[in-house]
């Protein structure tokens, strides 16, 4: 249903495009790892996947349960909340590994939260937290980098930009680019996980902020 709604959504709001390299494939069992830039790119994110024939069990920010009619929703689709700094953050895992188990494709922000900045401009991915990892130390899951560009053209900024660029995206439409790369297998300690995810998911984000450069 996520998927639906945004696949239905975003094309109303912007220009979405998507690309993939040639070996990108979405095995069961396997980890969409994205960047996360704005709250319009889980959107962005799901609309791309749906085009790429990919229903994915999301890993998300638990306030977004507390709202009413998304909160049905999310608990009946299987979708996991991450309860940030608290101790249920474990249980988040736990979740996300028994999803895994199932062959269920897992999306994850691995960066765990937005970038502090203003203005609608790209910048590359923020520093990873240690989930990804220890995902794929535990299960052996491939990741699959998909990077996006163009979220902070639909939302970014304080509260009052935000509602004005929601508002105002019908009418100017911006672009929007998903990229997905090729499935990497992940070794090595946790840190050198992250650093082989982060330079992953950077390639691709990088590659879909080329498309909106020149396309």
Same mark, same amino acid.
């Given at each position: 249903?996520?998927?639906?709604?945004?696949?239905?959504?975003?094309?109303?709001?912007?220009?979405?495009?998507?690309?993939?390299?040639?070996?990108?494939?979405?095995?069961?069992?396997?980890?969409?790892?994205?960047?996360?830039? *704005?709250?319009?790119?889980?959107?962005?994110?799901?609309?791309?996947?749906?085009?790429?024939?990919?229903?994915?069990?999301?890993?998300?920010?638990? %306030?977004?349960?507390?709202?009413?009619?998304?909160?049905?929703?999310? *608990?009946?689709?299987?979708?996991?909340?991450?309860? &940030?700094?608290?101790?249920?953050?474990?249980?988040?895992?736990?979740?996300?590994?028994?999803?895994?188990?199932?062959?269920?494709?897992?999306?994850?922000?691995?960066? %765990?939260?937005?970038?502090?900045?203003?203005?609608?401009?790209?910048?590359?991915? %923020?520093?990873?937290? *240690?989930?990804?990892?220890?995902?794929?130390?535990?299960?052996?899951?491939?990741?699959?980098?998909?990077?996006?560009?163009?979220?902070?053209?639909?939302?970014?900024? %304080?509260?009052? &930009?935000?509602?004005?660029?929601?508002? *105002?995206?019908?009418?100017?439409?911006?672009?929007?680019? @998903?990229?997905?790369?090729?499935?990497?297998?992940?070794?090595?300690?946790?840190?050198?996980?992250?650093?082989?995810?982060? &330079?992953?998911?950077?390639? @691709?984000?990088?590659?879909?902020?080329? &498309?909106?450069?020149?396309?």
């Amino acid at each position: 249903m996520l998927a639906r709604l945004a696949h239905t959504l975003v094309p109303a709001a912007g220009r979405l495009t998507v690309t993939a390299d040639a070996g990108a494939a979405f095995a069961p069992g396997s980890i969409v790892a994205a960047n996360h830039t *704005s709250l319009a790119d889980p959107a962005v994110v799901l609309a791309a996947l749906h085009r790429l024939g990919v229903r994915p069990t999301v890993m998300a920010a638990a %306030g977004l349960w507390r709202i009413p009619v998304l909160r049905g929703l999310l *608990s009946r689709e299987g979708h996991i909340p991450v309860h &940030r700094h608290d101790r249920r953050a474990a249980q988040a895992l736990r979740l996300a590994v028994r999803a895994l188990e199932r062959g269920r494709v897992l999306l994850i922000y691995p960066e %765990g939260g937005l970038p502090h900045r203003a203005g609608s401009a790209e910048s590359a991915p %923020g520093a990873f937290r *240690s989930g990804l990892a220890r995902l794929t130390e535990e299960t052996g899951a491939a990741v699959i980098p998909l990077g996006q560009a163009g979220a902070r053209r639909l939302l970014s900024g %304080g509260p009052v &930009r935000q509602w004005t660029g929601l508002l *105002s995206s019908p009418l100017r439409r911006p672009r929007l680019h @998903a990229h997905a790369g090729a499935p990497v297998t992940l070794s090595g300690d946790r840190c050198a996980r992250t650093v082989q995810a982060h &330079r992953a998911v950077t390639t @691709a984000w990088s590659t879909a902020a080329a &498309r909106l450069r020149t396309g």
